[in-house]
């Protein structure tokens, strides 16, 4: 597993960043809001499906190293649905990948 932060934005969003195809097999996402903590477990296929190759950080549209993930705090893409979200589902979500 590889974990990535994100405090809320002044502009309303989680950013979560560096996200590379390395080795690992979850990324966790904790996202931290003045008054709210979220956080997604998601797999290295569903990041392959929608962030790495999908959303450089660098070098804009040509970059190929790191990704990053970016929403509205309040608004998770409908892909990151079943992979957590507040606290109280992230934990069921460990749980079923075996990470208690």
């Given at each position: ?41 998601i797999s290295k296929s569903l990041l392959r499906d929608h962030v790495i ?48």
């Open positions: 597993m590889e974990v990535k932060f994100s405090t809320l934005w002044a502009s309303g969003v989680y950013k979560f960043q560096q996200i590379r195809d390395q080795n690992y097999d979850y990324v966790i996402c904790l996202g931290l809001s003045p008054f709210d903590a979220r956080c997604w477990v190759g999908h959303t450089p950080q660098h070098t804009g549209a040509r970059g190929t190293d790191t990704f990053w993930l970016s929403f509205r705090a309040s608004e998770a893409p409908a892909w990151l649905s079943d992979c957590g979200g507040i606290l109280a589902e992230v934990y069921e979500v460990l749980r079923s990948v075996g990470k208690p």
